[in-house]
C-alpha cells in the first residue's frame, strides 16, 4: 500500500526530530534521553492512511488510556484526545506539517513511544468557475489551488467527469442539468469535500471580457479624466488578467471613469428583470463608487462599496437608475442588446483625496436568469 512505500522516506524524519523533542514526561524532561521503549506494539490500527486538517482520526490497540501526549513529528502543538483502554480519538489540527509522511508519536506512561506514519495533506481550494450560469451540457472551468488532489467532483448531487489540467485548474467535461445555487463539491483521497463558494445561475452567460480569452462582443476600454495608467496585470485564476488603473491628477475637475465598449449581443433577452450585470473590482483602499451601462443617449446605474478584496458586483438591469444619481427614474435602461458600454466611476475629483489609489477590474458579463 502507498503508505507503507513511503516507510523508508519516515526515517529520515524520525531522526531528525528526535532531539527536537522536549517537555513530554511529566517530569518536563525528554523521553528520547532517558531509555524511551518502543511500543508500537500497542497499536493495531490506525483507521486513516490519508487525513486533511480537521480530519478525526481513531487508533485502536491497548493500554492506550496510557497515552499522556501526542505529537505530529516535531510539531509541538498540543493535540487533545479521548482514549478508552482500546481506542483513541483525536482531530488533525490545522498547524499539522503537510507531506509525504507524518509521524504519529503517541507517548504512554512508563517512557513508552508508539510510531505511527500518516499522510496528511492540504485539501483542494476552489476559488471560483466559468462560466457561473449554465443550463447543463455545457464545459465549465473550475480554478483554486491543489486541484490535482481530486479524487471526485460533484456539481449539486450529481457526479461528473473532469479533466485535470493543473494544480490550479481543471475542467468539467459537460456540466449536468443545472439548478439555481448549484455549488461544486471536490472529494479529495482523504475523503475530504470542499464546496465553491460560487452558485450557478440556471440560465445564460453572456461573457464581454475575462481579459483572458477571446470576446464576440468586447471591443475596447477607454479609462479618462483623472483615471490613468493603465496596466496588464496578472493574477491567480479565475481573475488571471486583469486591469488595474491609477487615480491621477489630470486637471480635471469632474473626477473619471474607465469605459468599457461592447457591439453585437443578440436581441433574445426583452426582460430586464431577468438581466444582470456582474463585474469583479478591487481596489487599494476602500471608496464608495458608481457602476453603469450606458446607451446612445444615456446612463443607467447605482453605487456600490469597493474594498480591497475581489468582490463580484451584481446588478438587475431593471433596478438601475437613468443618469449619474440615484435621484433620477428606475427601470428606463434597454434591454441588453442597445447597450454599448459598462461603466466603473469610482471618486476620482482632488476633493476626494484619491490620487495615487488603484482600481482594478475583471470579469465583466451579463447573467440571464431562464
Known amino acids: 500500500m502507498k503508505i507503507y512505500s513511503k516507510t523508508i522516506k519516515s526515517i529520515a524524519v524520525l531522526l531528525g526530530f528526535v532531539a527536537l523533542l ?24 490506525v483507521d486513516k492512511e490519508i487525513a486533511s486538517p480537521g480530519d478525526e482520526v481513531t487508533i485502536t490497540g491497548t493500554n492506550l488510556d496510557k497515552v499522556y501526549k501526542i505529537m505530529l513529528n516535531d510539531n509541538l502543538t498540543v493535540i487533545k484526545f479521548e482514549a478508552t483502554e ?14 509525504d509522511v507524518v509521524i504519529i508519536n503517541i507517548f504512554f506512561e512508563g517512557k513508552g513511544l508508539a510510531r505511527y506514519p500518516i499522510e496528511i495533506i492540504s485539501p483542494p481550494v476552489i476559488s471560483g468557475f466559468s462560466p457561473i450560469a449554465a443550463t447543463g451540457g455545457e464545459e465549465c472551468h473550475v480554478y483554486g489551488t491543489e486541484l490535482y488532489k481530486a479524487v471526485e467532483v460533484y456539481v449539486g448531487d450529481t457526479e461528473v467527469s473532469f479533466t485535470l489540467i493543473d494544480d490550479k485548474h481543471f475542467v468539467i467535461d459537460q456540466l449536468p442539468e443545472i439548478e439555481n445555487g448549484d455549488q461544486i463539491k471536490v472529494v479529495d483521497a482523504a475523503g475530504s469535500e470542499t464546496i465553491s463558494d460560487w452558485e450557478f445561475v440556471r440560465g445564460t452567460e453572456i461573457l464581454i471580457t475575462d481579459f483572458d480569452s477571446e470576446s464576440d462582443y468586447y471591443t475596447e476600454l477607454s479609462s479618462n479624466g483623472n483615471l490613468d495608467g493603465d496596466t496588464e496585470e496578472k493574477g491567480p485564476l479565475p481573475y488571471g488578467t486583469f486591469y488595474t488603473f491609477v487615480f491621477t491628477d489630470n486637471g480635471t475637475s469632474w473626477g473619471g471613469n474607465l469605459d468599457f465598449y461592447f457591439e453585437g449581443v443578440p436581441a433574445n433577452y426583452p426582460d430586464n428583470s431577468k438581466v444582470w450585470l456582474y463585474i469583479d473590482i478591487k481596489m487599494s483602499d476602500p ?84
Request: aromatic fraction near 8%.
Open 86 to 99: 482500546t481506542s483513541l480519538t483525536f482531530t488533525v489540527p490545522s498547524s499539522a506539517p503537510l507531506g
Open 22 to 45: 522536549a517537555s513530554c514526561t511529566e517530569d518536563n524532561s525528554n523521553p528520547m534521553e532517558e531509555n524511551i521503549k518502543d511500543v508500537s506494539k500497542y497499536i493495531t490500527a
Open 287 to 370: 471608496v464608495r463608487g458608481r457602476i453603469m451601462v450606458q446607451d446612445p443617449a444615456n446612463v443607467y446605474g447605482d453605487d456600490r462599496d469597493f474594498t480591497t478584496e475581489w468582490t463580484t458586483f451584481k446588478l438587475r438591469l431593471d433596478q438601475l437608475y437613468t443618469g449619474y444619481g440615484n435621484g433620477d427614474e428606475v427601470g428606463a435602461c434597454p434591454t441588453v442588446d442597445k447597450l454599448t458600454a459598462v461603466k466603473v466611476q469610482p471618486p476620482a475629483q482632488a476633493s476626494s483625496n484619491n490620487f495615487g489609489k488603484t482600481i482594478s477590474v475583471d470579469n465583466i458579463r451579463f447573467v440571464v436568469e431562464e
